[in-house]
């Protein structure tokens, strides 16, 4: 726990209400409209190339058809950010201004809260710290001469909270202290390190940019050093922490996310300074690594946010320098793993974006970044530069070097183009002998990998094209997933959804959690062994536990996190959250005859099936059994045949 005591259940209810769940997960990921109400993106806890991560903002509720994953709003801050249920409730109550009640000992004073909450709140406190000190401090001339220099103003330095670190040695140190924090947190949080008397500031005398994460929250620092005394390196980085790592985080993501979303566009710069020259020129995608290489991590962060379309753009600016080659090269490496098609900007005479803003003005900066030389291009004739191509013995070694590159290009279209593409920046005549020596790599490539089939719950391929929600998120998940011991069983046989059995109990099941007024009473008076398919049995038994349905027609969103609540264990509860967020199965008004239906259909079936049963009994006892018993069974297969002739002549109007 975070706090000094359990969580008051009513301000953990506040909380779920204040923050709907829409604008928390659209921090993180682009959102897009999925039909009958709910949206859809790319999952952040797995990855995949359509979206099947769905939100439901009525229902507040989550739930992933890939991965299963799922919840409400304060199980996606959990999970997306690691935190423990408290600081979930805890970050989100800040952010809707919340004061939260614990129940033991009182208000929760700031001591005892979680590790992350604190970093965070120590982080956020000295960003202000050092933008007073840029802003108003004597010393911090020397800084805002850097920036004026570089063409940014006070109201440029605000706008990313640019700020100055004090010369001295624990100024900062003294003023958290003072804030309450203690020294371990102090030094935990990477703002101090250990001197020889105690805690000393890690940051002095530099010029002071705040790095956040996706969700806004600073949680480190870039530092730029401004004197000839300071013999650290020139940029210093928050080393990493808890709440910091240098390969998870993109400086400007928090300023850019919103419009590379929008946009489906990206432009990745090398510096702070790029940033803010790139977003100052009106180029507000710009985003830049925090004292890393562009890398695998970096991508995973943009993809989300691109959605992965065909459209997307990402454009690398990268120093026309042998070390911005070589970066671009690098990201080249890592560009497989995008869907979204990557090209490089290079600024004339090697400019990079702050220097040509400053020489050529905003529109020159905007003019860079258009997209340009698709990187796979510029990776290519960075290799064939290297080589001799006037000599058959030149051109074989440069396609000795460059073909495997091509090789690695996944897409074979793509690939036999770029094998054209490749012949002709070598000089060489026969494409087809280039194109053909690619295949070859790219095949051998395949081969030494010694792939075996495909998993069976592993990444499908592109063209397999996305699974219908009523084909796919279910069976082989609820097939072998694992139920704990001693619960009702979740899983069982393979559900075969085309089975009108099946189908049909799913969407009751659906109208039961989605629209209970539409089925209550009446579902309430459904027995457990009315639900063929173990996984809708267990459902059908926690919304039982919960209350049932008629409760949930009253309070809607409390009555989905009591029947999640009541849910046995993680299969069941997953299998709760799916059916309430999976749409409808129905190209008509979902009204009370369509729910009439669902029932009706659940209903005759359960009726046949116990007719079937009655019958095998009487042929089993022939007319040798008891008379009376006879007569009791002869008469319940009377009423119930009866009941079924009702079911079929009135629908509804018999249950």
Known sequence: MAGGGRINDEDVKAVRDAVPIDSVVSEYLQLKNAGGGNLKGLCPFHDEKSPSFQVSPAKGLFHCFGCQEGGDTITFVMKVDHLTFSEAVERLAAQAGITLRYEEGGYNPSHQRGERIRLIEAHKIAAQFYAEQLATGPEADTGRKFLAERGFDQAAAEHFNVGYSPQGWDHLTRYLRGKGFTDKEILTSGLAQEGRRGPIDRFRGRLMWPIRDIGGEVVGFGARKLYESDNGPKYLNTPDTPVYRKSQVLYGIDLAKKDIAKSSRAVVVEGYTDVMAC????????????????GGDHIKILRRLLMDNGTSRVIFTFDGDSAGQKAALRAFEDDQKFAAETYIAIAPDGMDPCELRLAKGDDAVADLVQPRTPLFEFALRQIVARYDLDTPAGRAA??????????????????????VQLAGMLGILDTQFVVHRVAQLARWARDR???????????????????????????????TAPTAPGSRAASG????????????????????LQRPELVSPAFDAYGVDEFTAPPYAAVRQAIQDAGGAEAGAQDPQEYLIRVREAAPDDTVRSMVTELAVEAIMVRRPVDENYAGEQ???VRRRAVDRRIQEIQSSLARLGHQ????????????LWVLQQYGQALRERGAAAL
Not at 287 to 293: L, M, N
Not at 493 to 512: D, G, S
Not at 625 to 636: H, K, R, T
């Open 279 to 294: 977003h100052l020129a009106g180029v507000t995608t710009a985003i830049a690594t925090c004292g890393t290489a562009f």
């Open 398 to 419: 440069a396609l000795d070097e460059a073909a495997p590159v091509v090789a690695k290009i996944k897409n074979v279209g793509a690939q036999h183009e770029v094998a």
């Open 449 to 479: 990998g010694g792939r075996g089939p495909a998993p069976a719950n592993g990444p499908r391929h592109p063209q397999d094209g996305p699974r219908h929600p009523q084909d796919g998120p279910g069976a082989a998940h609820r097939a």
């Open 493 to 512: 046989p393979p559900l075969n959804l085309r089975n009108p059995v099946h189908a049909t109990e799913r969407e009751l099941v659906k109208l039961a």
């Open 599 to 601: 029932l009706v259909a």
């Open 625 to 636: 059994g008891d008379p009376a018993q006879l007569a009791a069974v002869q008469n319940e």
